[in-house]
């Protein structure tokens, strides 16, 4: 990752390249960024290590102006070796027991990903994935979601 921030440093200016630190607990505010002052937010598998995917996703709303974009790529379903794989990982476990998750696994489903981010105040979520798959055996899902002018409430 630091490669590749590095790497990409001379041709995307920093306010595009910085890293939220979404599993960190502090508002983006807290970790020096503006809030609404993003036109577009990519997670790409880490909401789903965070203690409140509710918390994140209203932390990430709150970086975006009003019809900002975010794009978020997740698993959304659990497979043996990626748990015996990732489950090695700082953060795997780190979710709080309070948010539905897929059992024995920090992920959300598709149907949990579309629920939690209309929660935190996104519109126009739309789920990207394998054709001709149902919903419940996507592996991995990318959500295209629209922010509202307000966030959503806590969930």
Known sequence: MRRARAAARPAVPPALSALLRPGHGAAPEDQGFEPGSMQAVLASNVLHATLRISAALRHCHALLKPGGVLVVDEMTSRLDHDTLTFGLAEGWWRHADDEPRVPASPLLDVAGWRAALGRAGFVDVRAHSV????????????????????CGTSG
């Open 131 to 150: 054709p001709g798959l149902a919903d419940g055996e996507q592996v991995q899902t990318v959500f295209v979601a629209t922010a509202t002018g307000a």
